[in-house]
């Protein structure tokens, strides 16, 4: 089981440097091929309304049946949605293979960490999502430099050279991901009890999934439109982009290998969930007010990172303690629409606001990490509540002490 674990663990790797590939040079292709900037927006929103609808069937299937096929499915119709992207120039057929691409790979999002979290020791579990984090960290920055660089030179096949790549990479895993048991349920779901049982969970559950939406907005907000400010208003190259990707990345990976097995040994990881949303809040006011921006975005945009990397193995390690056991698939299809919700509704609003002002969306960036903070805080005075009441099996499946500990 071991080896299987460090096995999915090197897909991050590849996964992370080939979906990114084209990401560094979609802001110049959208500019060349003289389509409006804020259809940039609109086609992330695209393929993030594809991940919100496509995550929660993947994740009933994925626990119902073997997770392989459906992840070789989503990995290929990822292909296939990249390369009718960029082989027509109609604002609408793109935004459905942008909606195509979202739904296919959310195949591989949801059920690549639900396998991780299968497999790995309960008690070991943050360690193990941090290592996956790590590692999609570093494939991305890789993913950005190589993408920048040929961006250099080419726009339009750097699209089909990701196709390529990924179909091998779907045919990697056909060949080498290892199940031990097909997870079966007693209740088959559909998509739509899924998001009814969404509207069941505990409040202060709820509370915490809409913070992470509110998060994620800002976030994409700030990685997609950084992409667009640095390289049309800021006027560096593709090729500088994916040298700052390329340093955020090595940040990132340090965190998660060095920083986040520290904070994990503490016990405090909604604490320090916490206290990072208003943190973010606060560097991301001052990076962009900065005059020396370039400076700016080297040390305290750096810090964001150092954040932004902490957060997401504990958020997902926390939402996974709310599974049962073999429907880890569901729960993270739940987590993904709660994610992708906000990846859609950011950068859709950001678009619109980025003609008026580029500021102004770090600035709402800045706010809506605000509101997650507080969204936080009812949700740990919510479970404090009921931590009190000792119930037979706390949502977390923790014990009251520990888990009131942990706060």
């Known amino acids: 089981m071991k080896k299987a674990l ?20 979609t802001p110049r292709y959208v500019d060349v091929m003289g389509i409006p900037s804020f259809m940039f927006g609109f086609f ?35 292909s296939l949605g990249q390369v009718l992207f960029v082989s027509t120039t109609n604002l609408v057929w793109m ?17 690549f960490l639900a396998h991780v979290i299968s497999l790995a020791p309960k008690e070991e579990r943050t360690k193990y999502l941090s290592i996956s984090a790590a590692l999609i960290a570093l494939g991305t920055t890789f993913g950005y430099r190589i993408g920048g660089f040929l961006g250099s030179f080419y726009l ?25 048991k097909t997870s079966v349920v007693t209740k088959r779901s559909t998509f739509f009890t899924s998001l009814k049982d969404a509207t069941k969970m505990d409040k202060s559950l709820l509370a915490f999934l809409f913070a992470l939406t509110l998060a994620t907005m800002s976030a994409t907000i700030l990685t997609k439109y950084l992409d667009v400010y640095f390289t049309i208003d800021l006027g560096y ?3 500088e982009l994916g040298i700052f990707v390329f340093i955020t990345g090595l940040v990132g990976i340090f965190t998660n290998f060095v920083i986040v097995p520290m904070i994990s040994k503490l016990k405090k990881d909604f604490m320090f969930m916490k206290w990072i949303q208003l943190i973010s809040a606060i560097i991301v006011f001052i990076v962009f007010r900065s005059e020396a921006i370039l400076l700016a975005l080297y040390t305290g945009y750096m810090a964001y990172i150092v954040l932004k990397s902490i957060y997401q193995p504990l958020e997902q390690n926390y939402i996974s303690l709310n599974a049962e056991d073999n429907r880890y ?23 619109f606001i980025y ?13 809506l990490f605000v509101i997650a903070f507080g969204l936080m805080i009812f949700s740990q005075n919510a479970l404090s509540k009921k931590a009190l009441k000792v119930p037979e099996t706390s949502p977390q499946h923790l014990d009251p002490v520990e888990y009131k500990a942990s706060l």
């Open 355 to 367: 003609d008026y002002s580029p500021r102004m969306i770090f600035d709402l960036s800045a706010m």
């Open 6 to 25: 460090i096995l999915t663990l090197s897909y991050y790797f590849i996964q992370g440097l080939i979906h990114n590939l084209g990401h560094v040079i």
């Open 156 to 180: 339009q096949e750097v699209f089909y050279i990701q196709a390529i790549t990924n179909s091998i990479y779907a045919l990697f895993v056909f060949l080498t991901m290892k199940e031990f």
């Open 44 to 78: 992330f929103s695209a393929m993030s309304l594809g991940l919100l609808v496509g995550a929660p069937i993947w994740g009933i299937l994925g626990d119902s049946r073997s997770k392989k096929p459906f992840i070789v499915l989503g990995l290929l119709g990822y």
């Open 237 to 239: 190259s593709t090729n």
């Open 329 to 351: 698939s569901t729960i993270m299809g739940v987590r993904q629409t709660f994610f992708a919700l906000g990846m859609i509704i950011g950068p859709l609003v950001a678009g």
């Open 95 to 111: 935004t459905f293979f942008r909606f195509l691409s979202g739904f296919s790979v959310s195949a591989s999002v949801t059920l």
